[in-house]
Nanobody, 121 residues
Framework: QVQLVESGGGLVQAGGSLGLSCAAS????????MGWFRQAPGKEREFVAA??????DTTYADSVKGRFTISRDNAKVYLQMNSLKPEDTAVYYC????????????????WGQGTQVTVSS
């Protein structure tokens, strides 16, 4: 069992930066791939970024490539968001899964409750 709790959301102006954290507890966190998803009002949840268990391999949605960076340590996974745009406004969710593909496909075993990110124009 893995429990995930996101933090770091808030309000930021377009062009600004924000960092999200996802604290993980429970056994076997270090063996799980991790990722971030987001869901804007009236839209489906979409993949943002994923990282494998060792932190070596990362993958990003085209919409955030070059602006967002995912990383992890022994207890948390992070999402550094730079050059934010109003279209990045969404609730951001942390996810954990057996592998990167599982996370990217949105079929991860564990999910956090989400944290709101609002980017003003």
């Amino acid at each position: 069992q893995v429990q995930l709790v996101e933090s770091g959301g808030g309000l930021v102006q377009a062009g600004g930066s924000l960092g999200l954290s996802c604290a993980a507890s429970g056994r076997a966190f270090s063996m799980h791939a991790m990722g971030w998803f987001r869901q804007a009002p009236g839209k489906e949840r979409e993949f943002v970024a994923a990282i494998n268990w060792s932190g070596v391999d990362t993958t990003y949605a085209d919409s955030v490539k070059g602006r967002f960076t995912i990383s992890r340590d022994n207890a948390k996974v992070y999402l550094q968001m730079n050059s934010l745009k109003p279209e990045d406004t969404a609730v951001y969710y942390c996810a954990a899964g057996a592998g990167v593909r599982t996370v990217v496909e949105g079929t991860g075993d564990y999910w956090g409750q989400g944290t709101q990110v609002t980017v003003s124009s």
